[in-house]
């Protein structure tokens, strides 16, 4: 007879009322687990014959508590029935009536019950009936009135809601209008680091914040936009006009707050930079950052010590900061020149036309997460505010693609306030749509990510982006590897197509967020220099290509995404080639830096605890070779390190059921008592785990009992 370790006992269950708390109810096309919002009166306790039945109200687990996601329980329920059952007898069995069977819909009957409640427990019973196929109450909920905006100017901001007008293809926008029945941006702070902002303007006034603005040129609390000063004011618009006012035009969040920043009416130092990006990052959710280095494609630059030290501790400490990819294409520039749109604390935004097809200006970079609408040549610009108290329709570059999807970002973290750069990195790259889907590219990289140099994942998708932030888990404890080869010494063959090849054997294993490429190169004609990171999946980035930039050496550090979610181990291969003669180059040094999470299952701060990293241990390891692997230790709270320590119980449910975390393989039995005086009997023995949890719910009817688990041990 197998032996019993007792893991639990003395534990008081107490059984709960006469109707559960949650239920499984098919509602609104899908399965869904509702939970009752509180504990109503029972009909029958209510004294006077006359008085209302109070409403029950049911909410999705999970999901956030709106007029549009109550529920309201109805007397009512919704049978579908084996053919040749009868309706009247399945009512008359369970003392309902027979309301209705809707020609409509054969097969299908209303039962009405004599209360909501008793429709509720009623719907489950019938789930049991053998003459019965599905059972489900009938729910009330309130429906959006489906209205856009009363802005008169919001029918020409195709960005928002393209219909085809003039001659835009229809649906090439940011899909935004079904989000803002639920999310506009409340709560959410949007700093706009520009030139200054028209602090007047009638559709931006009633969403600035002004407690917190600052002037960074001037050094004083009023970042008012002068003359000259024409590009805050649009961005503003672009991320947070007022919406639905009868005015202008929406932003994309109309209902979040604005704050200027004033910083590049001026020149602008190392120092005032990093007060820009770091000012009053505790209330700034979003910062939107249309600017940076010379778009000349001659261009080298990022920030400084301190900005980029700002950059770290800001999206570090939770504050998004939104980036322009760049203007430059015709004049050979790339994001990843640009050392604000490439680091991997941003997120660069690329742009498209009206079509959907690359705008004509918009840079190409590996480092680029998503594209946003926005002007091109020929096409239509940008409609938003303008200076002066104006509005304008020419506005575009990057420079509105930007707080566009700044805009986007302001309704994910209303809608789920916990993400971080990274979630919101990963949900915009999973979310976007493949537009443009005929140009060759596309790839899928092995974690099935979708990239292009010029759209980065794809056209933003703010629907799909916040329908992913409601639901999302927290991407795992930032970790980074880090592997140099020095000393190299290697000549570049001069106009040669090949070039040469440097590998990065990789044995650590995780799973690859950004990777960085840093290089010390010596070389008369920097231009020249191609360089190309394949993974050990064979995800290639295209890192460097020719331009025009006559200067000399590229000591540099590049960055890509495209390997977002594929696994870091393995062979990554360098490439670097000079496909021009006359001039000629050597690598003296190349640093290879991967960033993400490990990937498996088991939690960081668990990992950290007991093996002081999260590298060590994957799901798979049984670090004290028990039997149980460490990820089973984790689920069931034991010690990985510790052979002896093999059991542990979670919780204790007042739902009429026990619960506890379970290991793989094992077996449990259960005892009860509802006095301890007498002992224990079993109440059920050979329980199979079903990991990660086991539901234990056949439990006797006892008002109290005590109960205690044992797990096999031989």
Avoid at 569 to 595: P, R
Wanted: some cysteine; proline content about 4%; aromatic content about 8%.
């Amino acid at each position: 007879m197998s032996a019993f370790k007792q893991t639990l006992s003395f534990l008081l269950f107490a059984a709960c009322g006469v109707y559960a708390q949650t239920y499984q109810i098919h509602d609104g096309g899908m399965a869904r687990t509702f939970v009752v919002e509180a504990i109503p009166v029972a009909p029958a306790a209510l004294k006077d014959t006359a008085a209302v039945e109070p409403q029950i109200i049911l909410y999705e687990a999970g999901a956030k508590k709106t007029e549009f996601s109550k529920r309201i329980a109805t007397k009512q329920v919704l049978v579908e029935l084996k053919a040749g059952a009868d309706p009247v007898a399945l009512a008359k069995k369970y003392k309902a009536i027979l309301a209705d069977s809707p020609a409509y819909a054969p097969g299908f009957h209303i039962l009405e019950t004599t209360s909501a409640l008793n429709a509720l427990a009623l719907s489950e019973t019938l789930r049991n009936d053998p003459s019965v196929l599905s059972a489900e109450p009938l729910l009330a909920r309130k429906h959006q009135k489906k209205s856009l905006p009363n802005d008169p100017r919001f029918t020409n901001q195709w960005h928002l809601v393209n219909s085809g007008q003039n001659g835009g293809t229809a649906g090439v926008d940011i899909n935004i209008s079904n989000v803002w029945n639920t999310y506009q941006g409340s709560n959410i702070v949007i700093g706009i680091i520009d030139d200054g902002l028209d602090l007047d303007h009638e559709d931006l006034v009633a969403n600035l914040n002004t407690n917190i603005d600052w002037d960074f040129n001037y050094n004083d609390a009023v970042p008012q936009a002068e003359s000259g000063d024409t590009h805050g004011t649009p961005c503003a618009g672009v991320a947070a006009g007022r919406g639905n006012n009868g005015l202008g035009i929406s932003g994309a969040a109309p209902r979040a707050s604005l704050v200027g920043l004033r910083l590049i009416s001026l020149a602008a130092s190392d120092s005032q930079e990093a007060g820009a990006l770091s000012h009053s990052n505790s209330l700034i959710h979003i910062k939107s950052n249309s600017w940076g280095p010379s778009d000349d494609g001659k261009t080298l630059a990022g920030p400084g010590t301190l900005a980029a030290a700002a950059l770290k501790s800001g999206a570090e400490s939770g504050t998004l900061f939104f980036w322009a990819g760049g203007n430059g294409f015709a004049e050979g520039d790339n994001a990843n020149y640009d050392g604000y749109a490439n680091s991997i604390y941003t997120i660069a935004i690329a742009a498209v036309s009206d079509q959907g097809l690359s705008s004509d200006y918009s840079e190409l970079g590996a480092c680029l997460i998503v594209a946003a609408p926005s002007s091109s040549n020929g096409r239509q610009g940008i409609t938003t505010t303008s200076a002066n108290g104006n509005y304008e329709s020419n506005f575009g570059g990057t420079s509105s693609a930007t707080p566009l999807a700044a805009g986007v970002g302001a309704l994910m973290l209303e809608a789920n306030p916990n993400l971080g750069w990274r979630d919101v990195q990963e949900i915009l790259m999973t979310s976007s749509r493949k537009n443009d889907a005929s140009d060759s590219e596309w790839i899928s990289n092995a974690a099935g990510f979708h990239f292009n140099h010029k759209y980065g994942a794809g056209l933003i998708d703010a629907e799909a982006a916040i329908d992913l932030s409601t639901t999302w888990t927290n991407l795992g404890v930032y970790k980074n590897i880090s592997y140099s080869l020095t000393n190299l010494n290697q000549s570049i063959p001069d106009n040669n197509i090949t070039g040469i090849t440097n590998t990065f054997y990789i044995t650590q294993n995780f799973r690859v967020e950004y990777v960085t490429l840093t290089t010390e190169i010596t070389h008369t004609y920097r231009s020249d220099i191609e360089i190309w990171l394949t993974s050990p999946s064979g995800t290639q980035s295209q890192l460097a290509w020719r331009n025009d930039d006559s200067v000399d050496n590229l000591n540099w550090t590049f960055s890509t995404v495209r390997n977002w979610g594929e696994t870091s181990s393995g062979d990554w291969v360098v490439t670097i080639l000079d496909n021009y003669a006359g001039d000629t180059g050597t690598i003296n040094a190349l640093t290879l830096a991967l960033y993400g999470s490990d990937g498996d299952d088991i939690d960081d701060t668990w990992e950290v605890e007991h093996f002081g990293d999260t590298i060590t241990v994957n799901n798979s390891s049984d670090t004290d070779s028990d039997g149980s692997s460490d990820y089973d230790e984790w689920i069931a709270g034991t010690q990985p390190t510790n052979a002896a320590s093999t059991f542990a119980i979670e919780t204790l449910s007042p739902e009429q059921k026990i619960c506890w975390t379970s290991i793989s393989g094992k077996i449990y039995m259960i005892e009860y008592t509802t006095n301890l005086l007498n002992g224990f009997q079993p109440l059920e023995t050979n329980i199979i785990a079903t990991p990660p949890q086991n539901i234990f719910t056949n439990l006797p009817p006892e008002d109290q009992a005590f109960y205690r688990i044992f797990l096999e041990t031989d």
